[in-house]
């Protein structure tokens, strides 16, 4: 009994020290003025630091690309560590929010991976620090600084507040064994679901691709241009979009459970699809079912396609905290992962497309670009961008949700 | 023993101060729900949010989602828990590898039980081919939904799951100690096991049997992951509409999803407060303590 | 002896109950593709165990961390549990149901409400992204378990020895901790596997008031779940639940031991 209690104080006195030791990790704020600074001063003043960088947790390759070749890089050419935290964008600004609201000053989070909707509401409740992309020497050197996707983020303008990271597009896939034919545009979708009658469905909104997907359909029913003006207003919207519902309507009766019900998420779709429980499965990452015939959870005969008329494309960016304690370091790293030789790793490791701008990139980064082997049942970097829409403004897509949920769901 | 005031004190404080620190943070979220959040530039009181909840037809229809799933839950499991922790008192499986496994359910987090639960239940999951394998059904889409359908089937097995176990080690400390000394008494003094068990062992369990059907009932009542990755699409269960509206990105709905969560709490301590009242009367007759 | 027979089938079903889904998941965790209708896997593949083993994760770091942590809370929450009880069930005050009616409050507040509420009142006592934050906010989730459970042990055991051995001269300090926390040891070992359980499965307070510096096995095998990589989350749900199980022999073990030397000295 005695030897318990003893266990148990040594536990209370090894916790209250570490306690101490947690309070000394305090990084040190750099007294740096960075509106003003000079880029070689804010590269001195990130020497030696730590850099954290919050994102999505859940793509072991991306969590090993950042902790291995991204964070070598800024080790060595910078002495920067990079550290990684896996955290939902939802939970960041929740927290970020927390901070904000109390006035904290210094916070934990240094980087923000972030797009969207997210962008938009973090932006304008003061939760990001910015602006500070002029100030990277890797934005001019390797971005399209006209591109539509550099200056605006879901119809939202930039401003300097967050920097490309990678680019995403809708893409639909389907085992070639079971299902030869791919449908092209709405129609042929419908009579595809017909065909596989219980055997397709999309992630129920708001899931991020369950949303995109929608969108995608009310694109080819309704177009695509008068909304990137539209107001978010649900009468309005719900106008504009109802040859759209008309369409989701009819269509439910073909889909997985009558579309009574939808599932929860993208992730459940992709077990669905790969237990052969669905025919058709929709990503926003174009290069997905690569990775899936890599790792052996798709079939080897798994096909990529897009409609004619093009799938909704958008560019994941990196943002800084407004309280982060290492905004120098932070800007540094971000200046890194613009660089060619990082942006070629992504898209060589990780099957991601590219920020970089063609045009921007020496012959021989170039060569180097088109050297890499993508993989198996995907369509090219070309074609992807010759079908490539881009989003709504960010504050119509809950709107679309809530009407989605109303006027579509069961019915 | 001389009972001293400041004994009282000394024992209470940890426990007063870890309150302390809950009530507070309740406060500091509490006024958000009246539309108090400076920082995103709310700072007038209003109680709109909880009209808009209150007047939110979908409301009344989560409500009995959620009430529905708690109270399934909560009563099947203490029925079966208690009935699994006197197979175990009884069979003498107190200790060793049975307690382990029994044990086990309690460890695993509920997102991965929602992942059991798709990988066993769905239309593709493995009753559906052992019912494949021997012909059964043909296809896929014969075998019956049970998961995502708007009675929460999947969520409430999901729960018995993970809390039927809970029940039985939540009690069994308590049972065993009873049957041990005084089951075992009645037994010698010509009580049949059956009668014994019904007439002093639970009687004199049924305080922890009672706080462990409280314990499931509230958790089931205001817990989010289960009845979001495995319920229907519409109608959501309480928790999960508060959960998403704390979620969405605009900020600025963070008043409405504190009000939610405010009228959730209300309904919690409501039914406790009831569930309190009744069981104190309750045990009183039986002379138990509660 | 048919009750027999009958409860010993309620032990097989609920053993095979718990074990079919366990089982699902070990093999899940190195299976590369299972479709409809096979009742086994087509293939299979090791890319979660080298993931594991030599990813970016760092696992024993992880494991040692994680299972530190919960001890941590575990022991407290025990402590704070034993306290408690003691003062509700074996003294009578003013407010004493009021008292047991509190220990049901962490229970009843909303999971995103107690997250949000508890990381602005770290912020502001200055211990947001530490470990003893953390420690603080896992202690009022285990709270409630600890103390009900403590409560119904301590009520069944009562003083009666305790006060014998005040009686016969013992201070009331050494009579509690010779005669009524062994007898307590029961419910103190439940106590100990609730809190540590809970800790050890807290995410997303975890992740609002330790802002990700303060690293669990949770924190990482939650996303992966969230992701639906069916394989690497089966292999770090594995890994998770059968860490827990191995901390519990040990803990059982240990004061075993500790029981038969006492008897025997």
Redesign the interface.
């Known amino acids: 009994m005695k030897k318990l209690l003893a266990l148990m104080l040594a536990l209370v006195m090894s916790l209250s020290l570490a306690a101490c030791g947690a309070g000394d990790e305090e990084i040190a704020v750099d007294a740096l003025d960075l509106s003003t600074a000079s880029w070689e001063e804010i590269v001195e003043a990130a020497r030696g630091t730590t850099v954290t960088f919050y994102g999505w947790g859940g793509d072991e390759n991306r969590n090993n690309w950042l902790n291995t070749t991204v964070a070598d890089y800024v080790k060595e050419h910078y002495d920067i560590t990079l550290e990684v935290v896996g955290m939902n964008?939802?939970e960041i600004?929740?927290k970020l929010?927390g901070e904000?609201?109390m006035?904290a000053t210094s916070g934990s989070i240094d980087m923000i991976w972030i797009n969207?909707?997210?962008f938009?509401?973090?932006k304008?409740?003061?939760l990001l620090y910015g602006p500070f992309t002029e100030k990277l020497p890797n934005m001019e050197a390797y971005i399209d600084l006209d591109d539509p996707e550099t200056l605006n983020d879901f119809c939202m303008p930039i401003e300097g507040y967050e920097a490309p990271y990678a680019r995403a597009q809708m893409v639909m896939m389907s085992d070639s064994a079971v299902t030869p034919e791919a449908p092209a545009n709405a129609d042929e979708f419908m009579e595809y679901c017909k065909k596989y009658a219980?055997k397709v469905t999309y992630p129920?909104l708001?899931d991020f691709t369950g949303s995109a997907f929608v969108r995608n359909l009310i694109y080819e029913l309704c177009g695509w241009e008068q909304f990137q003006t539209m107001e978010a207003d649900y009468e309005t919207v719900k106008a504009a979009i109802a040859p759209a519902i008309e369409y989701l309507r009819a269509l439910n009766p073909y889909l997985w459970?009558e579309g009574?019900?939808?599932?929860?998420s993208s992730t459940?779709v992709d077990?669905?699809f790969a237990?052969?429980?669905l025919v058709m499965n929709m990503s926003y990452g174009p290069f997905s079912v690569a990775t899936g015939i890599a790792n052996g959870t798709y079939t080897d005969t798994t096909r990529t396609f897009v409609f004619d008329n093009g799938t909704i494309g958008n560019t994941n960016y990196m943002a800084i905290a407004f309280d982060s304690p290492n905004k120098a370091g932070a800007m540094v790293v971000i200046n890194a992962i613009l660089s060619g030789d990082i942006q070629l790793t992504q898209y060589e490791t990780l099957r991601e497309l590219p920020v970089v701008a063609t045009d921007k990139l020496s012959a021989e980064e170039k060569a180097a670009f088109d050297a890499v082997e993508i993989g198996e049942g995907v369509l090219t970097q070309a074609e992807l961008l010759a079908h490539r829409l881009p989003e709504m403004p960010a504050s119509l897509v809950?709107v679309i949700e809530e009407i989605w949920?109303n006027e579509v769901?069961?019915k | 023993?001389r009972?001293k005031?400041w004994?009282?004190a000394?024992?209470?404080a940890?426990?007063?101060a870890?309150?302390a620190?809950?009530?507070?943070?309740?406060?500091?979220?509490a006024i958000q729900s009246f539309g108090y959040?400076?920082?995103?530039g709310l700072t007038e009181f209003t109680t709109e949010h909880y009209a808009k909840v209150l007047q939110d037809e979908t409301f009344l229809r989560a409500l009995g989602v959620s009430l529905r799933i708690a109270l399934l839950s909560a009563v099947l499991s203490a029925v079966l828990g208690v009935?699994?922790s006197?197979?175990?008192i009884?069979?003498r499986?107190r200790?060793g590898a049975?307690l382990?496994?029994?044990?086990?359910?309690?460890?695993?987090?509920h997102?991965?039980v929602a992942?059991?639960a798709?990988?066993?239940l769905?239309?593709?999951g493995?009753v559906a081919?052992?019912a494949?394998?021997l012909g059964l059904i043909a296809e896929?889409?014969q075998f019956p939904?049970l998961l995502?359908?708007?009675d929460y089937g999947g969520a409430i097995a999901a729960y018995l799951?993970k809390e039927?176990?809970f029940v039985a080690?939540?009690v069994?400390?308590?049972m065993?100690?009873?049957s041990d000394t005084l089951g075992e008494a009645a037994e010698n003094l010509g009580a049949s096991?059956?009668r014994s068990f019904f007439s002093v062992t639970l009687p004199l369990t049924l305080?922890?049997i009672v706080?462990a059907f409280?314990?499931i009932f509230?958790?089931a009542f205001?817990?989010?992951e289960l009845p979001?990755?495995?319920?229907?699409?519409?109608p959501k269960a309480l928790?999960v509409q508060?959960?998403?509206a704390?979620?969405?990105?605009?900020?600025?709905d963070?008043p409405y999803?504190?009000a939610m969560?405010g009228v959730?709490?209300l309904l919690?301590?409501a039914m406790?407060a009831l569930y309190?009242v009744l069981t104190r009367r309750m045990l009183k007759r039986m002379g138990g303590?509660? | 002896m048919r009750?027999?027979r009958f409860?010993?089938f309620?032990?097989g079903v609920?053993?095979f109950?718990?074990?079919?889904?366990?089982a699902?998941?070990v093999l899940?965790s190195v299976t590369g593709r299972w479709?409809?209708?096979?009742?086994l896997p087509e293939s299979y593949t090791l890319r979660t165990v080298q993931e594991l083993l030599f990813g970016s994760a760092k696992l024993p770091q992880l494991l040692f961390s994680s299972i530190w942590l919960a001890a941590v809370v575990a022991v407290l929450a025990t402590?704070?549990g034993v306290?408690?009880a003691?003062?509700t069930e074996l003294?009578t005050?003013f407010g004493c149901s009021a008292?047991?009616?509190?220990?049901?409050?962490?229970?009843?507040?909303?999971?995103?409400?107690?997250a949000?509420?508890?990381q602005?009142?770290m912020i502001r006592a200055g211990l947001s992204d530490t470990l003893l934050g953390v420690v603080?906010v896992h202690?009022?989730v285990a709270?409630?378990?600890c103390?009900?459970?403590m409560a119904?042990?301590t009520?069944?055991v009562g003083?009666r020895h305790?006060?014998q051995a005040?009686v016969l001269g013992a201070s009331?300090l050494r009579a509690f901790f010779l005669v009524t926390l062994p007898q307590l040891l029961?419910?103190i070992?439940?106590s100990l596997?609730?809190g540590f359980?809970l800790s050890?499965?807290q995410?997303f307070t975890t992740l609002m008031v330790g802002g990700g510096r303060i690293k669990t096995l949770?924190l990482v095998?939650?996303p992966y779940?969230?992701s639906g990589d069916?394989a690497l989350?089966?292999v770090y749900?594995t890994v998770?639940?059968s860490s827990?199980?191995l901390v519990?022999?040990l803990l059982?073990w240990a004061i075993k031991r500790t029981e038969k030397r006492g008897e025997t000295q």
Not at chain 2, 37 to 40: G, L, N
Not at chain 3, 35 to 39: A, D, Q
């Open positions: 964008i939802d600004l929740a929010s904000k609201q006035g969207g909707e997210n938009y509401s973090a304008e409740n003061g219980g129920a708001p459970n009574k019900t939808f599932p929860d459940t077990s669905m237990d052969g429980e809950p949920l769901v069961g | 023993m009972k005031k004994h009282i000394v024992l209470l940890p426990f007063l870890l309150t620190l809950l009530l507070l943070s309740v406060w500091n979220v959040i400076p920082a995103f009935l699994l006197a197979a175990l009884r069979c499986k200790d049975m382990y496994l029994v044990r086990m359910p309690i460890l695993v987090p997102a991965v992942v059991f798709i990988n066993l769905s239309q593709a493995l081919r052992v494949a394998a896929q889409s939904q995502f359908t708007p799951w039927i176990p080690y939540f069994l400390a308590l065993f100690s009873v096991p059956l305080p922890a706080k409280l314990i509230i958790f205001g817990g989010y979001l990755l495995l319920g229907a699409t519409v928790p508060a959960y998403l704390y979620m969405s990105p605009n900020l600025r963070r999803a504190m969560n959730i709490l919690a301590l406790a309190g303590r509660a | 009750k027999h409860l010993s309620v032990l609920t053993a109950a718990i074990l079919l889904p366990m699902v998941m899940w479709s409809w209708p096979n009742l402590i704070v306290m408690t003691r003062a003294y005050f008292v047991q009616a509190a220990g049901f409050l962490p229970l009843l507040v909303p999971g995103t409400v107690f949000t509420g508890i602005l009142t603080l202690l009022v709270l409630p378990y103390v009900t459970i119904d042990v009520a069944a003083v305790e006060e005040a009331p029961p419910g070992l439940s596997s609730m359980v050890y499965s995410y949770a095998l939650v779940i969230q069916r989350s089966s749900a998770f639940v827990a199980l519990f022999f059982e």
